[in-house]
Structures are given as C-alpha cells and as structure tokens.
C-alpha cells in the first residue's frame, strides 16, 4: 500500500493565519497539536489531513479561501513536484510530471486522459475513507489553472470542471475558473480543450529539470514497492466505473497483461477482481450517497448496475441498510448556495 503519509509545513500554516483563519482553534478541533509542526513540518495521515482542511472550512473562513491558498501560492511555496511541472517545456509535460512525482509527496493520484478532443485531469485521494473536503479540492485546482497560467502567461481557462459535491458556490467557480461548473459528477476533474496541453512554458527550465529529475526517479524507485498491484487494478477501476461494470480484460490491458495473468496475480495477492470492485463501488457508493443529491437509481447506474434492486442488495450487504436510510444518517447538510 502507499505509504499514508502528507507533509503539512509550518509556513502553511503561517499562510491560513495570514489568511485570518484562528489556525489554534483549527488545529484544536482537527485533534493535532501545534508541537507535531516543530520545528518545520509534521507529517499526517490523509484522515488528519481532511481533518485539518474541514476544520478550516468550520472556521467560518471566506468561501474563496480554497481559490485563494491554490491560485497565490508562489513557486518557493509549492512542493518540488510542482517545480518540476512549472519548469517543464509545455503544459502537457508539466501536467504529466506532476502526476508522476505528486504520489511522492501524498498518497494523491493524478491521471491525465485525452479523449474527443479533451483532456481530463482527474484527483484522487487514494487512501481516503471519505470525501475530500471542498477546500481542499478548490485549492488543488486552482493550483493547477495557475501553473498553467503562470508557465504559459496566457490566461488559461478549463472547458469545465466537474465536481462530486452538491452545488454550492456556482458563482464564485464559474467567475474564479471562467468556465462551466457541473456538480454531483462521478470525479472530481479538471477539463481542458485538448489542444491547451501543447501550449509552451516560458518558465520552461532545462538546466533546472536536470538537477531535479534525477533525484525524482530516484526515489520514485525507491518507492515504487510500497505500491501494490491491487493498488493500480484499484485505481484503474475508479477511473473506469463510470456508467458500466469495467470487465476484467479491459483493466488487464490497461495495466500491460493479460485477464488471466491479473486475476491470477491478485490471486497471489489474496484478493480478487470481484473483491476489489466491489471495494471500489462501496466507497463511490459512500462518496456519491453522502456528498451529491443523484437519486439511488443514477448512483446504481454510474456503478454499472444494471438494475436498482442489484445495487439496493449489494449496498446493504455492505452496509447493513438501504442507500436511502444510509444517505439520511450520513448526508453532508451544508446547505446549498448559487
């Protein structure tokens, strides 16, 4: 499994207080006291980290927080990740490092999927047992829409961006990203026009890249046994479910094997495709029942249920209850805003 872990640095949260967020009361209600930061950084898990950003958002801090903490971060503020985007020759490439190096910082996956004329950036918080917090989500894309502005020195604007929340603040994304808002979606992803992605970096920095890649590879490789092939076959299956049950030969070939050779190998793992899918479908299930208002049969049918009642049995074999009575004990109630 990736290792749980997400750096939170001092000068963070020295940029909340700046911000007017009582980041004592934040850390309070987050349950992490101020000496784990000492005397630079602490080091948290995903659950601690949404904690942290949820108790920011309790706060009673701006609405626009979020959009402000991603899009004004400055380069000597972002992690190395980052830098190394920000140096690439073009968005496109930048994009791709980040999403490669970004799993070195946090169990956090970016993927990148260029379809009709598209590119679809999705995130994915790979160890989390619930949603992450709006805030965060805010500031991670206005994180990306401002490399992407700050490299090319064009005012880049997505073609859309999709959201898992219920609407909420429709104004204030559409007037920050300029762009179409879509709310209650499967993901959590940034859209561009696929041709924005060959767009050049002026901040485009060989020498830079050479001194930092290396190092990048080096503990990417070093890391890469944390990670299991159920993790990846997990992954690819979040990707993938979206209207249809993902047949076990179309995930094999996107990982380079055979059907055959994964289920025997997730065998070898003591799972099962059928076991990891039905993981993936709980949680999305969870995800899209707490944090959306589709109704029961559209959350069936973006599991790839063919029928509600399929869904309905599986869901409370699950969890021991309907999705109804689930969704009224564990909506999100924050209500919702234009």
Known sequence: MPVDLVP??????????ALGVNVARVLRQANLPRSRFEPSKAYVTTGEYFALWRAVEDAGGP????????????????????????????FGEGLKKLARYKRLV?????????????????????????DPP???IDGIFASVVAMARR?????IVPRRIELTRRRVHAAMLTRHF?????????????????????????????????????????ALRDGGRTRSLADDVRAALSQRICGERPAVDKI??????????LQRRLEELGTSYQQLLDDVRRRSARRLLASTDLDTGEVAFLLGFEELNSFTRAF??????TPTRWRANHSTTKGAMP
């Open 8 to 17: 939170v640095p001092v000068s963070q949260l020295e940029r909340l207080e």
């Open 63 to 90: 609405p626009e927080l979020g959009l402000r903490i991603g899009s004004e971060a400055q380069p000597h503020q972002q992690s190395v990740a980052s830098l190394a985007a920000l140096y690439s020759p073009s």
């Open 106 to 130: 946090c169990p956090e996956q970016i993927t990148i999927e260029r379809v009709r004329g598209e590119a679809r950036v999705r995130f994915e918080w790979l160890l989390a047992s619930e």
């Open 134 to 136: 709006a805030l965060l």
């Open 151 to 155: 490299g090319t020195g064009k005012r």
């Open 178 to 218: 300029g762009c179409d808002v879509r709310f209650d979606a499967p993901g959590d992803v940034l859209v561009f026009d696929d041709g924005v992605l060959a767009e050049p970096f002026a901040t485009h920095n060989a020498e830079l890249l050479e001194v930092l890649v290396p190092g990048l590879e080096a």
């Open 252 to 261: 094999a070939k996107r990982l380079g094997m055979s059907g055959r050779t």
């Open 316 to 321: 409370h074999g699950w969890e021991g209850t």
